[in-house]
């Protein structure tokens, strides 16, 4: 099956500091990535769709200038989380669309924990 | 009301079980149902995908779509401690690799 890389799995900082999780397609394509949110015992919350070559998409109510999208490449997109605060300490998870034309589905990365101190 | 519902449980089941998943829909333009499994800390992994309404079985899991009742479920046979996981249904319009909705989960736990 279609394997999605997420990296780093855990990373602490410090409030005000910039954080950079990448996600990879490892073997196939992906055009469409998607960033998720997710808070303990709760689901998965779409926070923009990440289109290769051209600008993300956020969600209502996500901010676009702190969660930095860049996907530059077919395999590749990075979630910056900017000037990171306590409150946006949470699992964040990438996904990747795949399986072909005719059977496209979501693949998801291993997720994120951020922990703002 | 959310689009999705799912009881987020915990369901704890002896190892044997028959175990049944549930959720309920409100967008009658979802066309395509998926489940996922999530252990603690880790992304979600695509267990069954289907297409309108009908049953789908692989292995001991077994998907049901009834898209006249808007209702979902998973269905695990002979349910073994490695399947004590959140249990997510997940429903587009679109197809399986788009905009996904998510229930919330529904946390399963197998005991010996």
């Known amino acids: 099956g279609a394997v999605v890389s997420q990296h780093p799995s855990r990373v602490i900082c410090k409030s005000g500091t910039s954080v950079k999780i990448e996600c990879r397609s490892l073997d196939f394509q992906a055009t469409t990535m998607f960033w998720y949110r997710q808070f303990p015992k709760q689901s998965l919350m779409l926070m923009a769709t990440s289109n290769e070559g051209s600008k993300a998409t956020y969600e209502q109510g996500v901010e676009k200038d702190k969660f930095l999208i860049n996907h530059a490449s077919l395999t590749l997109s990075t979630l910056t989380v900017t000037s990171a605060h306590p409150e946006d300490s949470s699992f964040y998870i990438c996904?990747?669309?795949?399986?072909?034309?005719?059977?496209?589905?979501?693949?998801f990365g291993s997720g994120t924990q951020l922990s703002v101190l | 009301q959310k689009e999705v519902e799912q009881d987020p449980g915990p369901l704890s089941v002896p190892e044997g079980a028959i175990v049944s998943l549930n959720c309920t829909y409100s967008?009658?333009?979802?066309?395509?149902f998926m489940w996922y499994r999530q252990y603690s800390r880790k992304g979600p992994e695509l267990l069954m995908y289907t297409y309108s309404s009908g049953n789908k079985e692989d292995g001991r899991f077994t998907a049901q779509v009834d898209k006249s009742s808007k209702y979902i479920s998973l269905f695990i046979r002979d349910s073994q401690p490695s399947d004590s996981a959140t249990y997510l249904c997940?429903?587009?319009?679109?197809?399986?690799?788009?905009?996904?909705?998510f229930g919330t989960g529904t946390q399963l736990k197998v005991e010996l």
């Open positions: 996904s990747a669309k795949g399986g072909g034309a005719a059977n496209e589905k979501l693949f």
């Open positions: 997940a429903m587009s319009g679109t197809g399986g690799g788009n905009k996904l909705t």
């Open positions: 967008n009658s333009a979802f066309q395509y």
